[in-house]
């Protein structure tokens, strides 16, 4: 990603073409949430 940030072409877009950016950027951040906490050292295995 550029200096302006990940979002910085969402601003430049409108109507469903910026929809649909901003989901594709927001399911990438939850992505990376999800992948992070699995990769955790704090993770325990189910009982």
Known sequence: MGEAGPRAG???????ERDALL???RQADVA???ND????????PPE
């Open 32 to 34: 990376n949430h999800l």
């Open 23 to 25: 989901k594709k950027a």
């Open 37 to 44: 906490w699995v990769k955790s050292p704090g993770l325990q």
């Open 10 to 16: 969402i601003q430049a877009t409108s109507g469903p």
